[in-house]
């Protein structure tokens, strides 16, 4: 479920979380489709960004996920379980971009 910017939404994106405004007031129910018009409103309400049903939207592209965790675990490599860490996070990556 990613948040998304109220400048990235689009018609017919689901909600995966109510919006609520600020006094607390659900605005809108979680699954409420979206219409150019809600997206207006919700602008309109100063509400930044809303969490959209769905896989999460990646960016940052894959090369520099695992460029990233490289360098991350470079100096702690020699450790075996750190190893072992490192291979779950890299197949964790690997699979977001599936």
Same mark, same amino acid.
């Given at each position: 479920?990613? !948040? $998304?910017?109220?400048?990235?939404? !689009?018609? /017919?994106?689901?909600? +995966? *979380?109510? $919006?609520?405004? !600020?006094? /607390?007031? $659900?605005?809108? #129910? %979680?699954?409420?489709?979206?219409?150019?018009?809600? @997206?207006?409103? @919700?602008?309109?309400? /100063? &509400? +930044?960004?809303?969490? @959209?049903? #769905?896989p999460? $939207?990646?960016?940052?592209?894959? %090369?520099?996920?695992?460029? +990233?965790?490289? +360098?991350?675990f470079?100096? &702690? %490599?020699? *450790?075996?379980?750190? *190893?072992?860490? !490192? *291979? @779950?996070?890299?197949?964790? &990556?690997? /699979?977001?971009? %599936?």
């Amino acid at each position: 479920m990613p !948040k $998304v910017p109220v400048s990235q939404l !689009k018609p /017919g994106m689901k909600l +995966a *979380k109510p $919006v609520v405004a !600020k006094n /607390g007031m $659900v605005m809108l #129910g %979680e699954a409420t489709e979206l219409t150019q018009t809600w @997206i207006e409103r @919700i602008d309109d309400m /100063g &509400i +930044a960004s809303v969490f @959209i049903d #769905g896989p999460p $939207v990646q960016t940052v592209s894959r %090369e520099d996920a695992l460029s +990233a965790l490289d +360098a991350r675990f470079a100096p &702690i %490599e020699d *450790k075996p379980y750190m *190893k072992n860490l !490192k *291979k @779950i996070v890299r197949e964790h &990556i690997e /699979g977001l971009y %599936e």
